[in-house]
């Protein structure tokens, strides 16, 4: 029997997929960079991929996000005969079980040891030295920040870290940045993608208020990078509370 072909429009699916399932990604988008040297066919952006380039490549499955792929897109994949896969990943829970399932129905049948390795360094975290609160930009033009019910705001409530728009109406909320400001927050985590926060533009928008830069793969990928996001956190989360 044949691998299965595999087109993935998600970046930390694509990486999980690559590692535990070698040689049966088909297709990728441009935003999938892990693993480095990944040679497959690019199939566009995550909200604006190339469905015929897709439909072309025949792939077994296509796996996708609720939140990351667009629903017209989606559709049109299901409607030319593709099976599409989607997830939906807003705790780390939820991620660990989204995982299992991904890499089940590409035909993974035993359980990858970087999977076990992600839940047991989730689990073995110690209790945070303290609680904050803290504003999470995730764009600058306008300014939005994380909200309620998000995947990253669950992951940093696991570090100790809360934050001020957690119970916002919206998930991602334009907030401007004067009332960021004026929130008064213990700390700002500034990360690097989706938008690219650095030294330069991110911390100059806070004066007098710390100011965490942090891995965005670390904070909103759910795939092998997991393994490591705890340490990887906490050292940024701790760098800024000096």
């Known amino acids: 029997m044949s691998p299965a072909r595999i087109v993935s429009l998600v970046p930390s699916l694509t990486e999980a997929v690559a590692l535990s399932a070698p040689g049966s990604l088909a297709g990728a988008t441009d ?70 399932r991904v890499l089940m129905a590409c035909g ?45 705001g669950d992951l940093l409530s696991r570090l100790g870290v809360g934050h001020l728009y957690a119970t916002h109406p919206e998930r991602y909320p334009r907030i401007p940045l004067d009332a960021l400001r004026a929130a008064e927050p213990d700390l700002v985590v500034l990360p690097d993608e989706p938008y690219r926060f650095t030294a330069d533009d991110g911390p100059e928008a806070f004066p007098g208020v710390p100011c965490a830069l942090v891995s965005g793969r670390h904070l909103t990928w759910y795939g092998p990078s997991l393994a490591e996001a705890p340490t990887v956190l906490d050292r940024a989360l701790r760098a800024a509370r000096r």
């Open 31 to 100: 935003w999938c960079t892990h693993p480095a040297g990944l040679d497959v066919v690019r199939v566009g952006g995550t909200k604006n991929p190339e469905v015929d380039r897709i439909i072309g490549l025949a792939p077994d499955l296509v796996i996708a996000n609720e939140e990351e792929n667009r629903e017209p897109d989606l559709a049109a994949l299901r409607a030319a005969g593709l099976e599409v896969l989607v997830t939906e990943v807003r705790t780390l829970p939820q991620a660990f079980r989204e995982l299992a």
């Open 108 to 152: 993974v049948t035993a359980r990858p040891r970087w999977l076990d390795g992600a839940e047991a360094a989730w689990d073995a975290l110690s209790a945070p030295p303290e609680a904050r609160t803290a504003v999470v930009p995730v764009w600058r033009r306008p300014w939005m920040v994380l909200g309620r019910d998000t995947f990253a």
